[in-house]
């Protein structure tokens, strides 16, 4: 079946600009997860949704980012007034529910932002 | 933190060779996890090793984990040039996963 889809694959924008960033988790996962990588580094962890459940928002670095889900479908991570510090690579997973956290993510191929 | 880190930070092998990265943690754990990621995207998922559990095999992947010395390892036998990719491990003890800068594991054919 599909695997999980990110959309765009690259995003250029200028400073202060908004950009909204897509992910199609794979049919029947329930959980969805938001990452950020920055070049050469690990995975930040930025926010989690599972079903009806109030999203884990730890993650979130400023105000400036928010990210919604519809249901257990899309999700679309948002960065309003885009920072340089802000050009990573954005990265979606999906799972099914995580049981005391053992569980495979199934990762996007991510979308890179370039902020200049 | 969870996060893990992965030792060494770059190995490079012949093909044919095994190769073997580490990771330690520092807090306690319910499982973890070993990544893949290709030309700096396409993270895959390799394996998963609970707490209670000392060793796995998965193909010619082989991890081991000891939780009273907050270290696993992972063992790639019989490399491939197609194995040339980061390695991440992530700790776990919640969905959070929490990757360190890796493993850059270069086979040279």
């Known amino acids: 079946g599909a695997g999980v889809s990110q959309s765009p694959s690259n995003k250029v924008t200028e400073k202060g600009k908004d950009v909204e960033l897509r992910c199609d988790p794979i049919?029947?996962?329930?959980?969805l997860y938001w990452y950020r990588q920055r070049l050469g580094q690990g995975l930040e962890f930025l926010i989690y949704?599972?079903?009806?459940?109030?999203?884990?928002k730890s993650g979130l670095p400023s105000d400036r980012f928010s990210a919604e889900r519809t249901g257990e479908s899309v999700s679309t991570l948002t960065i309003q007034r885009t920072q340089q510090e802000d050009s990573a690579v954005y990265l979606c997973?999906?799972?099914?529910?995580?049981?005391?956290?053992?569980?495979?993510?199934?990762f996007g191929p991510g979308t890179r932002l370039t902020v200049t | 933190s969870q996060q893990g880190e992965e030792d060494p930070q770059a190995l490079s092998i012949q093909e044919g060779e095994n190769a073997t990265m580490n990771c330690s943690y520092k807090?306690?754990?319910?499982?973890l996890q070993w990544y893949r990621q290709n030309s700096g995207r396409g993270l895959v998922h390799l394996i998963l090793?609970?707490?209670?559990?000392r060793e796995k095999h998965s193909g010619r992947l082989r991890v081991t984990l000891d939780t009273s010395k907050k270290s696993s390892s992972l063992l790639i036998t019989a490399s491939r040039a197609a194995d040339t990719a980061s390695y991440f491990c992530?700790?776990?003890?919640?969905?959070?996963?929490?990757f360190g800068s890796g493993t850059r594991l270069l086979v040279r054919p």
């Open positions: 949704f599972q079903g009806n459940s109030a999203p884990d």
């Open positions: 090793i609970r707490s209670n559990e």
């Open positions: 997973a999906s799972s099914t529910v995580p049981l005391q956290g053992a569980v495979e993510q199934y």
């Open positions: 992530a700790p776990s003890s919640s969905y959070k996963l929490i």
């Open positions: 807090t306690s754990i319910n499982n």
């Open positions: 049919s029947g996962h329930t959980a």
